[in-house]
């Protein structure tokens, strides 16, 4: 069904919202239940699929690289890693449900890597990176220095501690792999009907979950990817190009516009119902004066503009904190106050988080 029959079908529910302005109350109607089964059924679980495939994809490759070790077999698991860190970007605001409980996120992706202490963990055949404290030791960005810091194929091969790199390339790997599956398993074995089926606007509701989880992956794009690279948030202000997202691998900025895109498609629902429509149907009603719709999707629009006038590897950027950058951490910081204040308000949902740069 299309968004425009979904408007006109007479199963819509009706919320009331009351204008700042006005005593009087409007109705708003709008159908919180299509949304969640779209959100589920056509962006969720397709993503959690695709990721979790490609992870499996990345441990094939894996075992064919320790299998023969050579330039073929590398490339080849290099460009598995590519595809897992790229529908990555596609989960990374699904971090609800299993995802939440088992710490998907710091799991997976927490970035800058600790190379030193993968060194030395790899030096003292020391494998276990199940502790708590071992987030910065496994995950995407392990592998992303693993498989691409300096003469790497020497690394697995002639190397002193080339079979204790091997067990613990073999073992990150597997957690990543494992931990894709076991959050696919979880939305296909009854979450999915449990998430469309908790409507509301209380903290604890899946449009709550939707839009916190939507804002937190955003400004992860705007702090973790741009802001503290640029030293946003220290004391010196100095840059750190190292610590930008698969900076061993240079693939940062189409990360991050991998994730942009994403964030955007996620706002829109897809060809479906979304937090767009969401926000239309409150203007449409008269509820609001102002289209946020649109004002959400048009700064989308200039902050993705800004991000095709940078070029690889991104870490340059961030290391003369040229204009460019600049000029794209000031678009992506007028957003938060659209998504995070503004869409919120409109859609009487609390934010739940706080975080740690005053936005």
């Keep these: 069904m299309n968004k425009i029959n979904l408007f006109i079908t007479v199963l819509f529910c009706t919320i009331l919202y009351s204008c700042d302005d006005s005593s009087d109350s409007v109705s708003v109607e709008f159908s919180q239940k299509e949304m969640l089964e779209n959100y589920s059924d056509n962006l969720i679980l397709p993503a959690f699929k695709a990721y979790s495939e490609s992870t499996a994809a990345l441990l094939v490759a894996t075992n064919q690289f320790l299998e023969n070790?050579?330039?073929?077999?590398?490339?080849?698991?290099?460009?598995?890693?590519?595809?897992?860190?790229?529908?990555?970007?596609?989960?990374?605001?699904?971090?609800?449900?299993?995802?939440?409980?088992?710490?998907?996120?710091?799991?997976?992706?927490?970035?800058?890597?600790?190379?030193?202490?993968?060194?030395?963990?790899?030096?003292?055949?020391?494998?276990?990176?199940?502790?708590?404290?071992?987030?910065?030791?496994?995950?995407?960005?392990?592998?992303?220095?693993?498989?691409?810091?300096?003469?790497?194929?020497?690394?697995?091969?002639?190397?002193?501690?080339?079979?204790?790199?091997?067990?613990?390339?073999?073992?990150?790997?597997?957690?990543?792999?494992?931990?894709?599956?076991?959050?696919?398993?979880?939305?296909?074995?009854?979450?999915?009907?449990?998430?469309?089926?908790?409507?509301?606007?209380?903290?604890?509701?899946?449009?709550?979950?939707?839009?916190?989880?939507?804002?937190?992956?955003?400004?992860?794009?705007?702090?973790?990817?741009?802001?503290?690279?640029?030293?946003?948030?220290?004391?010196?202000?100095?840059?750190?190009?190292?610590?930008?997202?698969?900076?061993?691998?240079?693939?940062?900025?189409?990360?991050?516009?991998?994730?942009?895109?994403?964030?955007?498609?996620i706002f829109n629902g897809g060809s479906e119902l979304g937090l767009a429509d969401y926000l239309k149907a409150y203007y449409t009603a008269g509820a609001v004066e102002e289209d946020l719709s649109e004002k959400i999707n048009n700064q989308f629009d200039v902050i993705l503009a800004q991000l095709d006038k940078c070029s690889d590897p991104f870490s340059n950027h961030i290391d003369q904190k040229d204009e460019t950058v600049e000029t794209l951490y000031t678009e992506m910081s007028k957003l938060v106050v659209m998504i995070k204040s503004e869409m919120p308000s409109i859609l009487s949902v609390k934010i739940t988080y706080q975080d740690s740069d005053g936005d």
Excluded: H
């Excluded at 460009?79 to 699904?94: C, E, Q, R």
């Excluded at 702090?223 to 840059?239: D, E, F, H, M, P």
């Design 69 to 265: 070790t050579n330039d073929v077999t590398l490339t080849d698991l290099r460009s598995k890693l590519d595809d897992a860190y790229g529908n990555w970007a596609k989960v990374n605001a699904f971090q609800y449900g299993e995802a939440l409980t088992s710490n998907l996120l710091v799991n997976t992706n927490s970035f800058p890597t600790k190379f030193s202490e993968i060194e030395t963990k790899i030096a003292a055949g020391d494998f276990n990176i199940e502790s708590i404290s071992s987030f910065n030791v496994k995950g995407l960005p392990a592998l992303d220095y693993l498989l691409n810091v300096g003469a790497t194929l020497d690394l697995y091969t002639t190397d002193a501690q080339e079979e204790n790199r091997r067990m613990y390339l073999t073992k990150v790997v597997n957690a990543v792999n494992n931990d894709a599956i076991a959050i696919y398993d979880s939305w296909t074995s009854g979450y999915s009907d449990e998430f469309t089926s908790n409507e509301g606007v209380d903290p604890s509701s899946s449009i709550s979950y939707i839009i916190n989880e939507f804002n937190k992956a955003y400004e992860r794009c705007k702090n973790q990817r741009v802001g503290y690279a640029l030293g946003k948030n220290s004391i010196s202000g100095n840059s750190s190009p190292m610590s930008v997202e698969a900076y061993y691998s240079q693939e940062t900025l189409d990360l991050l516009k991998s994730n942009v895109t994403s964030l955007k498609n």
